[in-house]
Structures are given as C-alpha cells and as structure tokens.
C-alpha cells in the first residue's frame, strides 16, 4: 500500500509522476531539480534562443533545490531533518562538485544523510543538478 503526494510549493514535475510516495514509514521523492513553482525559471540559468544553457550558476541551483526538496518533504509530513538517502546528479562534477559539497555541509552541520553523487551527461530540463531523496515519515524513524 502506498499513498502519492504534490506539493502546492515546488514545481510541476515534468512527467507523469508524483512529488513523493509512501510506503510504510518511508517518503521517496520524485527527482527534485531547481526550476521554480510556476514558472520555467531556473535560478542562475541564462538560456539562448533555443534553449541551450549560456552559463549558469551552480550555487544558486543548489540553493532552489534544497528549497524544493524541503517544501516536498514538509507539504508531504516529514522534515528536512528526516532524509535519509540523497542520491545527487550534476551535470558538470569537476566545476560543479566543490560547491556543492560545501553548501551540503552548511545545509546538514550535524547528522548528514547518507549520500550518492553521480555525474550524468544531462538531465530532463536545462538544469545542472538533481537530487533523489529518502527520508522517513510518521512514527518511525
């Protein structure tokens, strides 16, 4: 048994799934990107004419992330404090990986969750990052 979320707050998926699902006393979320709700603004993204990235800025990316992972994971019952697992992808691990490990650590000070961090060659939108999270939810920890 398992029962779907949406979050008001984040951004439309770009497919056919849900924010979030639960099963038993766990929330998995859909891959999280950092485009912003309504909208196909990408924070710190300059796009051409067709679409194709300009520049970009990992930091601000990073940080619109985090805010759609948190807003998921609360409009769904559970906390930023409750993730368990992040599996990270980025686009560009030698320029990007830097930054965003030091805003992890300010993110997460104490009891980080487990993490994966994979470069793939692009993802579904104009985005440099993506993040696939675990946490728990109700009374289990």
């Known amino acids: 048994m398992s029962t779907s979320y949406d979050s008001a707050r984040a951004p439309l998926p770009v497919g056919h799934y849900p924010h979030a699902k639960r099963v038993g006393n766990l929330l998995f979320l859909s891959g999280v990107g950092p485009r912003k709700k309504d909208s196909k603004e990408i924070p710190g993204v300059t796009l051409n004419e067709k679409g194709e990235i300009l520049s970009y800025d990992i930091e601000a990316q990073c940080h619109s992330v985090f805010q759609n992972v948190r807003a998921i994971l609360e409009d ?61 939810i109700g009374d289990g920890e």
């Open 76 to 136: 769904s019952g559970s906390s930023w404090e409750r993730l368990v697992d992040v599996t990270v992808y980025l686009t560009n691990m030698k320029d990007d990986f830097k930054t965003y490990n030091r805003l992890w650590a300010e993110y997460f000070k104490e009891d980080p969750p487990c993490r994966t961090t994979l470069e793939i060659n692009c993802l579904p939108t104009p985005i440099g990052i993506e993040l696939k999270c675990i946490a728990t």
